[in-house]
């Protein structure tokens, strides 16, 4: 938790290029079940961040390493909604779903970048 609030203040890109892992397509079979990886992360996403508004952030970078590292190749989101305030959240698909939310929590939401399992970065 700690170390979380460290890394919160770097880049998105530097911070993805930190969560993920070397090598894509290491992790067994176990350690490959999507719906696995997407409640573990989760769950760590609610053990470090006290903030519900960085939680997103939190559960998707967990999210896409793991997901990354079982070679599924995801893709972290990112998007911005204007409410009654800007706001951001952050998702991660696979194939164009979205595996850890809603299809309805993130219809607000315009993505306005994209970082592949490969840490391209692209803007929408």
Not at 13 to 19: A, D, E, F, T
Not at 61 to 71: D, E, K, M, P, S
Request: charged share 25%; with cysteine.
């Amino acid at each position: 938790a700690v170390a979380l609030r460290v890394l919160k203040r770097l880049p998105l890109s530097r911070l993805v290029n930190l969560v993920r892992p070397r090598v894509a397509g290491t992790a067994s079979e176990y350690d490959s079940d999507p719906a696995r990886i997407v409640a573990l992360a989760q769950a760590a996403s609610a053990w470090t961040s006290r903030r519900p508004e960085t939680m997103c952030l939190v559960r998707s970078l967990v999210g896409y390493r793991y997901l990354c590292r079982a070679g599924l190749k995801p893709e972290l989101r990112i998007g911005l909604a204007r409410q009654d305030a800007l706001e951001g959240h952050a998702w991660v698909e696979i194939d164009g779903q979205a595996i850890n939310d809603h299809p309805a929590s993130i219809a607000a939401f315009t993505p306005v970048l994209a970082i592949a399992s490969d840490g391209r970065v692209s803007r929408l």
